[in-house]
């Protein structure tokens, strides 16, 4: 083979596999990306039953009800609307009713947000950065959340209303 | 005082580092010695200055001087002492400071371990490093100073999140930074390079050792970071695809493949253009990986404290490095000539081949990382994306790249014999088709994806050994004969067989634990027991332990196998009172290669516990395939032909050394 044949062998098959790779990435990319919302973007986007989604907001006060082996029920509040979860499973460490959540699953047909995954690994300020740019956006931000817990008191922060 | 000297020596080294940048550049245009001497001076000063700098923040951290804000933020006086120490680098402005440390470390040893290289590429190498040196310290004393008091000085400090008291601490971040922070020296290298528009295979020589060693590390870093997660998260999982881990495994791809491409440039001395590429990319994901961690740009399930205003600064070093690096790559690459010839058969072949699926592997995680964070600034929508993308993307490409895995060394350089390698590959061959006939009638009505993939692991380990039988002509030759080539045979060859195989036994290792895991998740009362994969567990009780900065709960289970008492395990939970916040321990036992994992859950009012059993075959391989490829690099950075008899260059600088 010339140089010129051998090198275009090596264009040729690079160009094939950057073309494979290529295309699995596009096929991942239709089948497994999840999209986040929090309650008030889902009512809105009527998201439809089944279709998996990450919903993202603050558990709300009191709505945490433990059920028989394992099985969890709480709200996540956003402000202007809520929506139930039904989890099973063992919660994160820092799951606190009052503080940010992250619930990966979907909508059943009752309405229910029934979630697979439940993520509440916080940053310092017991915040996930989507939950707190969403709320931001929303207007229901209070300072006191981006504040650095302080050095005498456990972090105790309240509910936004 | 320390604090202040602390950062007056920061300043000094920065003063250094600005110096090294310049002063021997200039040498090099002018052929002044003297001046190009500069660069071995200033680099190990700054050296000395960065250990001084860095050896205060750790007196500061030992000594709980709450008048520094940095150990107020992160530290407290109950804390353990190895935490108190590893507590210095578990936040940002701390692990910074690491990462200059270990940046001046490695421009002190190529200032004193590069006496054979010319002066004019030292002097070029050296002054890179004093500019990727000075914006760094440019940033930590303008953005992140830990040396900064507090007016009014608390009595008690805010202790280290949790998570990180933990052994992991200690050990996974120098060796990620060693891993990152190493590829520096082959991005100086490449850059000195285009500076001087003249390349060699004797530059091949110098590089390949430096590239090495920061893999190893590199390697060692991010299964060590996986165990940590495997143990310390809970949830018994050891690789979640999350942006901070891809910034790790980024560098990682492409540093392998630049091992690869300078093993071509040093024997055959093809491919020069492209690795010199390749060393500029494989430092750029690194600068990437700090920016992606350091700014929070990125959500993550690793802890970090972060802080977007630092991302602008980040970035712009980013921006100047990669672009500027590329720019000059873009400009002077054409002046540097074109090298050997080879069929596409042939050992650069395959080493081509390597290089294609490991950049291109490369280029689906950069991909995956970065899209949601392009998506959301252009279109305002935020996504995740998860194991599922790179499962469906990484997996497919991994596949061919590890069935040419075990060809690639039986095939001669310049021009192959793929039927002769086959030929010899025969017994690997059968080896990995009675693995995949075992392994699907052991599991039969399971998946059947996993016994092949458990044949191509078979097939690259059993590869591995080929290539060692066949150079020593084992099974061919009389024993003592194959023992005694065995003995010549050079380190790298062996280095070569151990990574190789590595690669193969993490597989078996991922295979296993994703595919036969089982589970058992519930709450259990004391005198309950649970079946998991054959072991019964029995919850004897559950009690509570003050230890020296938090409250703990410890559930102790006994474990029987068939009736007979095995072992007793203890796993528990952390409650830490300063930050109000909790951690699992997870206790693990080890059998052979398979591990029982016990995580806790909260505990009910009924004296019932919440607990997550796992039982997880050869789940240890996982991180021994990685233990396996960073022997192989050390086997391989101990030949002597890596460290004696590198040829001078074509056109030889003797006249300047002679003068030194």
């Known amino acids: 083979m010339t140089r010129k044949q051998r090198r275009l062998t090596m264009i040729g098959g690079s160009l094939a596999v950057l073309a494979v790779a290529a295309a699995l990435v596009l096929n991942a990319m239709r089948d497994s990306i999840v999209f986040f919302s929090t309650p008030s973007m889902a009512a809105e986007k009527q998201i439809p039953a089944g279709k998996r989604f990450r919903l993202g907001g603050l558990v709300q006060p009191g709505s945490l009800v433990r059920g028989d082996n394992l099985a969890v029920n709480f709200s996540v509040a956003d402000g202007a609307a809520k929506l139930p979860v039904a989890y099973k499973g063992i919660l994160p460490d820092l799951f606190r009713e009052g503080q940010g959540v992250i619930a990966e699953g979907a909508i059943d047909a009752t309405g229910v947000f029934r979630a697979d995954t439940v993520l509440a690994k916080h940053d310092e300020t017991y915040m996930p950065k989507d939950v707190a740019d969403a709320l931001k956006k929303q207007g229901h931000w209070k300072d006191d959340y981006g504040a650095k817990p302080s050095a005498s008191a456990a972090p105790t922060q309240g509910a936004p209303k | ?660």
Request: glycine share 10%.
């Open chain 2, 1 to 660: 005082m320390i604090a202040e000297a602390g950062h007056y020596a920061l300043v000094l080294a920065l003063a250094l580092s600005l110096i090294q940048s310049t002063v021997p550049i200039a040498g090099a245009r002018w052929g002044d010695v003297a001046l190009m001497n500069v660069a071995r001076s200033t680099a190990l000063a700054q050296l000395l200055f960065v250990a001084v700098s860095f050896t205060a923040l750790v007196m500061l951290h030992v000594g709980s001087d709450f008048s520094v804000a940095n150990v107020f933020e992160n530290s407290h006086s109950t804390k353990p002492l190895l935490y108190k120490i590893t507590g210095v680098w578990g936040n940002h402005e701390g692990s910074m400071l690491l990462w200059v440390a270990i940046l001046a470390l490695f421009g002190g040893l190529v200032a004193a371990f590069g006496n054979n290289l010319p002066l004019s590429l030292r002097a070029h190498v050296l002054a890179v490093q004093g500019w990727i040196a000075a914006a760094f310290y440019l940033f930590i004393l303008m953005t992140s100073n830990p040396f900064l008091r507090i007016a009014t000085p608390p009595i008690e400090g805010r202790d280290l999140n949790p998570v990180l008291q933990d052994i992991g601490l200690a050990v996974h971040p120098p060796m990620l930074y060693l891993g990152y922070v190493g590829f520096s020296i082959s991005f100086s290298f490449a850059v000195a390079a285009l500076l001087e528009g003249r390349i060699d295979a004797a530059w091949a020589r110098w590089v390949r050792p430096w590239t090495l060693v920061a893999w190893i590390f590199l390697t060692l870093g991010i299964a060590m970071g996986s165990y940590w997660a495997y143990y310390e998260l809970g949830w018994g999982g050891w690789w979640f695809w999350d942006p901070v881990e891809n910034a790790s495994l980024m560098p990682w791809l492409a540093g392998t493949a630049l091992l690869h491409s300078a093993v071509v440039m040093e024997k055959r001395n093809a491919l020069k253009v492209w690795t010199i590429l390749l060393s500029i990319l494989t430092f750029s994901l690194s600068l990437l990986g700090t920016f992606l961690v350091r700014s929070g740009v990125l959500t993550s399930v690793h802890a970090f404290a972060t802080d977007p205003t630092r991302g602008v600064f980040i970035l712009l070093i980013l921006c100047f490095f990669i672009g500027g690096s590329l720019t000059l790559y873009a400009w002077r690459a054409s002046t540097l000539k074109q090298g050997g010839l080879f069929a596409p058969i042939s050992r650069e072949g395959a080493l081509v081949l390597n290089n294609l699926f490991l950049t291109t592997a490369c280029a689906t995680v950069f991909v995956g990382t970065l899209y949601p964070l392009a998506l959301e600034v252009l279109t305002g929508d935020k996504i995740s994306v998860g194991a599922p993308f790179f499962n469906l993307t990484f997996g497919p490409l991994f596949v061919p790249l590890m069935m040419a895995m075990s060809f690639g060394p039986l095939l001669a350089w310049k021009r192959g014999d793929l039927l002769g390698a086959a030929q010899r590959l025969t017994a690997a061959g059968i080896a990995a088709l009675v693995a995949i006939a075992v392994a699907y009638a052991w599991t039969y009505g399971g998946s059947t994806f996993a016994p092949l993939a458990i044949g191509l692991a078979i097939f690259v380990i059993a590869g591995a050994m080929t290539d060692l039988a066949e150079r020593t002509a084992l099974f061919r030759a009389p024993f003592a004969t194959a023992m005694q080539r065995a003995r010549g045979l050079p380190r790298a060859t062996w280095g070569t067989a151990f990574a190789h195989a590595g690669v193969g036994v993490a597989l078996i290792g991922i295979v296993c634990e994703t595919t036969w895991n089982s589970e058992y998740i519930g709450t259990l009362k004391p005198n309950e027991v649970a079946r998991v994969a054959g072991y019964e567990l029995k919850l004897d009780g559950v009690t509570q332990r003050q230890g020296p900065n938090y409250r703990e709960m410890i559930a102790q289970f006994t474990v029987r196998l068939d009736g007979e008492k095995l072992s007793v395990m203890t796993p528990s939970k952390r409650n830490f009172t300063t930050r109000g916040s909790s951690t699992t321990e997870a206790a693990l036992l080890t059998r052979g290669a398979s591990q029982l994992y016990i995580s806790l859950g909260e505990s009910t009012n009924e004296g019932a516990v919440a607990v997550r059993i796992y039982h997880k075959p050869l789940v240890l391989l996982i991180w021994w395939g990685p233990v396996l490829m960073a022997f192989g690099g050390m086997l391989s950075l101990s030949d002597r032909r890596l460290r004696v008899g590198a040829p001078k260059p074509a056109k030889a600088s003797r006249a300047l050394q002679a003068a030194e």
